[in-house]
């Protein structure tokens, strides 16, 4: 088996370690070899995810060293407000999460 795969992301491929996937646990990354790769020639399994590659850099670098450096995010005001709302996405996400952890716990 090989050390890393291929993720085809609207288009443009990243090879990617399986231990930079594996390390995202919970997500679609860490689960992402429980599906069938696409059928190409190649020896590498190639993985296609039906999204725009615009940001996907940037999730990658930080699924690689968890964390992003701000020279690395997009410098158009606009973009950085579609991150804003992502964020704000995650934050609820995760106060829910929190929330349902401190009633397990109780």
């Known amino acids: ?19 930079t996937l594996k390390s995202a646990e919970g997500s679609i990354f860490a689960e992402i070899e429980t599906v069938k790769p696409l ?3 190649t020896s590498t399994p190639t ?6 590659p615009k940001f996907f850099p940037i999730i990658l670098n930080y699924l690689r060293n968890g964390d ?6 997009p410098d158009e005001r606009g973009q950085l407000y579609k991150l804003e709302a992502l964020l ?9 999460c929190q929330c349902k952890k401190e009633l397990c716990e109780k």
């Open 39 to 41: 059928p190409l020639s």
């Open 68 to 73: 992003v450096h701000p020279s690395t995010l």
């Open 88 to 96: 704000k996405i995650i934050e609820r996400k995760l106060s829910v």
């Open 47 to 52: 993985y296609f995810i039906d999204r725009d």
């Open 1 to 19: 088996m090989q050390d890393h795969l291929i993720l085809d992301v609207g288009g443009n491929g990243f090879k990617v370690s399986r231990y």
